[in-house]
């Protein structure tokens, strides 16, 4: 199945429309859908993150996206794609899978590739050094270390186009997340 984004900005005007109106099923399978695939992003022990809020590996984000498809195409749309049939929320989330689908061979890929790295593991001296240049504990100094050591390998495994190659993929997923979240809301200035 291939994203088509005509049938996205269709069902976003009719949204925005108020043509479709969505029923309290379709906002149950709505957020049903969020909270399932957001349980996933819960930050994982098998990939290091960096000192600041939000910063995580590319391969990461790959993992959650690859488990979110999973989740959706395996679990959330055999149980309500019968009894919501014709419903655009459930488009929506088949829009969500096929926008994502460019993204999954990449995360196999990266994910095989990562399953095999050993990453060296900072020094003490290394941490010693960096906690003292930076002002922070230790154990910060630690973490920022495997974090830039892991950084460090995703960019010398995948050439810097894939990751700018794969933004408008990236930007197809964000449209559909963000009008499903206008029609379980019914706040359709987004």
Do not use: C
């Not at 996933?40 to 000192?51: K, M, N, V």
């Not at 993204?103 to 196999?108: G, K």
């Not at 010398?156 to 499903?180: E, F, K, Q």
């Amino acid at each position: 199945m291939t994203f088509n984004s005509d049938r996205l900005s269709a069902i976003a005007r009719s949204l925005n429309l108020t043509e479709w109106e969505p029923t309290p099923d379709e906002v149950t399978f709505g957020r049903a859908f969020f909270r399932r695939t957001d349980e996933l992003e819960e930050p994982s022990l098998a990939f290091p993150r960096g000192p600041e809020q939000g910063n995580h590996l590319h391969t990461e984000a790959f993992d959650a996206t690859a488990r979110k498809v999973a989740l959706v195409q395996d679990e959330l749309l055999p149980a309500w794609r019968e009894r919501l049939a014709g419903s655009p929320m459930v488009e929506l989330a088949e829009l969500y899978v096929s926008a994502a689908a460019p993204l999954l061979p990449h995360a196999q890929r990266l994910l095989t590739a990562w399953r095999g790295v050993a990453l060296p593991s900072p020094t003490a001296e290394d941490i010693a050094r960096t906690a003292a240049r930076r002002r922070i504990s230790a154990e910060q100094a630690a973490l920022l270390l495997r974090f830039e050591n892991a950084a460090q390998w995703e960019k010398d495994t995948n050439p810097r186009d894939l990751w700018t190659g794969l933004l408008p993929v990236w930007a197809n997923i964000g449209s559909v997340l963000s009008t499903m979240t206008a029609a379980i809301t019914r706040d359709t200035y987004y």
